[in-house]
């Protein structure tokens, strides 16, 4: 069972970093996973370690440290993901403001430039 699971991790390792290589996911995003990966790797192929962990954290069950610290890391996960996602929402209102003033400003000048219907119709002197 510890083959398959390291098996796994290293699996989920290369698959950050292929997605890394791709430019399917942003360097930022990847040092994240890869930190938590190289974690799980060390606490699957160091077994003893949790339980020395825990018992320095006061934990009873060294697997409820573990449900507490991937608790804690999704937590902070879902804040950093939303706070992107609000600079993300502020730059596209920015953008889009900014394209709405541009097309007004091309709108008018092209109405200043290009002569009328009327203006371009010349008398009949017949």
Same mark, same amino acid.
């Given at each position: 069972?510890?083959?398959?699971i390291?098996?796994?991790?290293?699996?989920f390792? %290369?698959?950050?970093?292929?997605?890394?290589?791709r430019?399917q996911?942003?360097?930022?995003?990847? %040092?994240?996973?890869?930190?938590i990966?190289?974690?799980?790797l060390?606490l699957?192929?160091v077994?003893g370690?949790?339980?020395?962990l825990?018992?320095?954290?006061g934990?009873?069950?060294?697997?409820?440290?573990? +449900?507490?610290?991937?608790?804690?890391?999704?937590?902070?996960?879902?804040l950093?993901?939303?706070?992107e996602?609000?600079?993300?929402?502020d &730059?596209?209102?920015r953008?889009?403001?900014? %394209?709405t003033?541009?097309?007004?400003? +091309? &709108?008018?000048?092209?109405? %200043?430039?290009?002569?009328?219907?009327?203006?371009?119709? &010349?008398?009949?002197?017949?």
């Open positions: 069972m510890l083959i398959a390291t098996a796994l991790t290293v699996l390792i %290369v698959a950050v970093v292929t997605m890394l290589l430019r996911l942003q360097e930022k995003y990847a %040092v994240l996973w890869i930190v990966g190289v974690a799980m060390i699957e192929l077994p370690l949790l339980g020395w825990s018992s320095i954290a934990v009873q069950v060294p697997s409820n440290l573990l +449900f507490a610290m991937g608790i804690a890391m999704l937590l902070g996960v879902c950093h993901l939303s706070w996602l609000s600079r993300a929402e &730059e596209i209102r953008v889009a403001e900014e %394209v003033l541009l097309r007004a400003e +091309f &709108e008018h000048r092209t109405e %200043v430039v290009a002569p009328t219907d009327d203006a371009e119709a &010349e008398p009949d002197d017949e």
